[in-house]
């Protein structure tokens, strides 16, 4: 059985509301940036990339949160993904185009239905719940 690792974040934004980013591989699916640990790189350093590569945004991590989730994209492969909540740093998007279809902010409740796997929207629900538990100074 091989195994994989990759690490993403969830990132939320405060409008009027509170939004979310997130992008629709180029294969379909709904989901939240992500991807494969590379040489040394920390987990932080690996989401951060990727959130970098995938939509352009630049982040900032938000202390306190960090999940795992799992699952076989193939037969014989075991994927682990950890992932962090975070904040843009910059407005700026652009999507690779290689990978992504689109890169969209909205609120809590459209992400929910957009959401293509139920251990994204598990993962969805504890980051929102987090975000809920939080103090606005802290965002």
Known sequence: MKKEKSCGAVVFRKQNELEVLIIRQNQGHWCFPKGHVEGTETEHETAAREVMEETGAEIRFIGGFREETH???KEDVEKDVVWFIAAPI????KRQKEEIAEILWTNVVEASALLTYDNDRQLF???VKFM????EGDF
């Open 71 to 73: 699952y076989s994209p």
């Open 125 to 127: 629900r504890k980051a």
């Open 90 to 93: 910059n407005n700026t998007l």
């Open 132 to 135: 809920k538990e939080q103090e």
